[in-house]
């Protein structure tokens, strides 16, 4: 059984940054993060490949949000932050090597990290 737990959640203004951190407790291949707004259902932010080779983003985020992995752990830099933005953050683990897109593809989950950007 794998845990992961996210940290590096807060507030923040619109235009500022995070870093969103993801730690493993065991084994993992690809990796990502969704986000959930209230009233709205999760949905994929960014996803990165066992090996780190192969990422791929939203397109509500993409040029603005970096994934990347060392080992077990899992990075989520977010810049030029914007109020839709705001949501639970989640970080989520899977047994394929690949990107996966949906969240059904994952099996592990983290309890999630609140981020709120303000305008």
């Known amino acids: 059984q794998v845990q992961l737990v996210e940290s590096g959640g807060g507030l923040v203004q619109a235009g500022g940054s995070l870093r969103l951190s993801c730690v493993a407790s065991g084994r993992t291949f690809g990796m990502g993060w969704f986000r959930q707004a209230p009233g709205k259902e999760r949905e994929f932010v960014a996803g990165?490949?066992?090996?780190?080779?192969s990422t791929d983003y939203a397109d509500s985020v993409k040029g603005r949000f970096t994934i990347s992995r060392d080992n077990a752990e899992a990075y989520l830099q977010m810049n030029s932050l914007k109020p839709e933005d705001t949501a639970l953050y989640y970080c989520?683990?899977?047994?394929?090597?690949?990107?996966?897109?949906?969240?059904?593809?994952?099996?592990?989950w983290g309890q999630g990290t609140q981020v709120t950007v303000s305008s």
């Open positions: 989520a683990a899977r047994a394929g090597l690949r990107v996966g897109y949906s969240q059904y593809e994952y099996d592990y």
């Open positions: 990165i490949s066992w090996s780190g080779g």
